[in-house]
């Protein structure tokens, strides 16, 4: 499925051949309309949404080549897709339905036509899984490495928006999927990628570490979740998703609510690949979870009314409550002992 | 005003010291509210729109240092500004109003917290004078150069929405403003950066180009024509912005409306300081203000029922007008001659 280097092409079209307007022609054909929310795509000065009454929420995330991804290990295939998957996790934590991404796109000229369509491969894709449309495009030169400028917007009923400062004392903090994964397909492919630059000939090992590989190259929004609490008529009291690691988002909620929280690590959900990766490169699975960061799970919380229901969601885990005491951002180990948590981030203090 | 190398501040504090969330929470603090339509901004997941009943339009630029501007002339703040904007003036293209910004930055290690404080300073500025929040910011390191990744959004009436393609034959092509300014102001800049590369204790001579730099540093989103066509009661029938120079934009007007133009070079209006800067320069003031790009004015076609309205705006210029004959984009020279409008972008064919 993956293969290192990914700018291999077996056939290479400069962009000056087909020029600026010329690409952006191009990649526009590509997509067709997945939402009637869409009013005006590709082709005009902006693009332009009917919200229909519904509040529009936007965001953005900056990928860059060197910082947030590693083209020697990163099909661009998958980058494509990652790339929306990130920015509409965004939208998916205000309990809002993604409706449109824009991308700019700067290009250094190692990049041909064929890579670029290797990239709109996975947009494509993510699109479709996402029904969103591909409203606005914008490609440059890069003195230097691919930069994936992503904006995304999305509809959201006033009574369903969910911010991060509404959680309530006591309220049940819950947690999609699992965590730590994305982390351990990092260090997993950072090692393939030394084992390949010492020697050529050598084929990836990435035997069981199909999982964690997984969750670093192809994560998803979890809009699957969104859609089942919706279904279940429950609104969480707050909600953000998990791009920094878990305890640093912990701690924006708390900081935003104006809460304490206690955690419990028996109940972190971390899956047995994550687990043995971890021990693998000597690495706590814990810190692994609580501070590994691209997992891309929701974090949120709901009344103690509403949690019998959400109980019932397969892939949702509650790890904890939120607290009246405002500085306890506290984990109870299974040793019973208590410890404080930490996420960089918040600066040197 | 300006000065050669903006990066030169008095003190320099680390990124690093005050951390990530630390640099969005100073940055964030910067902005009050611009807009009632902005229900949430700095501090979520996502920015929060009520469009209340209105369209809503979205737009992105990614603007990348050695590219897009050059630090050596730039100064942080009118980079602020001019990043504002060139962002804004595609929502003005769609006769809509701006609401909110978004602003993602890539920073190399070069840059401290006092430059990126610069940069802001042009950017509220801009804010200010444009009546939009700033409701999303995203922080990264950047292995080489300052990347900017602005988004906009804006709202309109769905009556008041002007389109690319919606022009008809015999409408009036206007533009606002004067063009090729932006141009000669580059090259004015790129001059004496060169001057003062070879002898570092030249100071820069700007003697007479006053107007032409603040052109390329400091341009301004015309709201100011669109406010008036509102007050005049007048929808154009056709809009875009001028970005890549006159040439484009109205072959782009004409792809998109299945129509030709025929503009007259007599009409074409280029300030006297533009004109002596491309003498001097041994360039064809015309060629500037067709191909210069950066000017930012507005172009756009009325009716000729509502042309003598349009023709009481000071700064608006009657250059011509849309004609049946889609392959005809002409300009008539002084001379009577015909010429063909040619425009870079459009690939090698």
Known sequence: MWRLFALYME??????????????????????????????????????LDPKGNKVVTTTELLIEGVHFDLAYTPLQHLGFK?????LSDIAAMNAIPTQIMIGLGLSNRFSVESVDA????????????????????????PQGLILSMAATGVVEADKLVKRGTAKANDVLCVS??????????????????????????????????????????????????HELRELGVVPTSMIDCSDGLASEIIHLCNASGLGARIFEKNIPIDDETYLSATEFNLSPLTAALN?????????????????????????????YMTNIRDER???????????????????S
Not at 28 to 37: C, E, M, Y
Not at 196 to 223: C, D, H, I, T, W
Not at 298 to 306: A, C, K, M, P, W
Not at 330 to 348: E, R
Request: aromatic share 8%.
């Open 11 to 48: 056939k290479r079209t400069e962009i000056g051949e087909i020029g600026e307007f010329g690409l952006i022609n191009h990649l526009a054909l590509q997509f067709t309309g997945n939402q009637d929310w869409t009013e005006l795509g590709i082709g005009d000065d902006t693009a332009v």
């Open 83 to 87: 790339a929306v998957s990130v920015v």
């Open 119 to 142: 990239l709109y491969e996975g947009i494509r894709l993510a699109c479709e899984e996402y029904k969103v449309d591909v409203v606005g495009g914008d490609t440059t030169s890069s």
């Open 177 to 226: 999927g699992d965590l730590g994964a994305a982390l351990m397909g990092l260090h997993s492919l950072e090692r393939e990628k030394q084992v390949f630059l010492s020697n050529p000939e050598m084929q990836p090992e990435l035997e069981g570490k199909s999982y964690v590989v997984l969750r670093q190259l192809k994560p998803m929004a979890r809009f699957d979740i969104i």
């Open 292 to 320: 590994g960061g691209e997992d891309y799970e929701l974090l949120f919380t709901v009344s103690q009314e509403d949690f019998p229901k959400v109980e019932k969601i397969a892939d949702v885990t509650a790890i904890g």
């Open 330 to 348: 506290v984990m109870v180990m299974k040793s019973d002992s208590i410890v404080n948590l930490t996420a960089p981030g918040f600066g040197n």
